[in-house]
């Protein structure tokens, strides 16, 4: 599956990138993930639909504040919903899972676990 943006209000929900215009390495860096290779496992996920992640983003910046991810649990139709935000970004955070939450049960079709 290719990713899914959405617009969730106050705040801008995008795949996560690394490439010669946006970097979003840092910003991870700053909520404590410094594996080098997360954002392609994250496109990994997508992929292969086993894990789908959202870069939760000031819109007029792009600047990531924290993350939403999907992870669909086996062949059943349950999935986990997780998130982690930067320092100061928690209501970013508890809007975006909200939305995720909307489309994961009535665009995917899953039954969404805390």
Not at 97 to 113: C, Q, S
Request: include cysteine; aromatic fraction near 10%; hydrophobic fraction near 40%.
């Amino acid at each position: 599956m290719e990713a899914v943006e959405i617009n969730a209000g106050a705040w801008y929900l995008r795949a996560y990138r690394d490439d010669d215009r946006v970097s979003d390495r840092p910003a991870l860096a700053l909520a404590g993930v410094t594996d080098p290779d997360y954002v392609r496992s994250c496109e990994a996920g997508w992929a292969d639909e086993t894990r789908f992640t959202w870069a939760v983003c000031e819109p007029t910046t792009g600047e990531m504040l924290a993350e939403v991810a999907l992870e669909p649990e086996g062949d059943t139709y349950l999935a986990q919903l997780t998130g982690f935000a930067r320092d100061g970004h928690q209501l970013a955070l508890e809007a975006a899972k909200t939305v995720v939450r909307r489309f994961g049960e009535g665009a995917l079709g899953y039954t969404i676990r805390d």
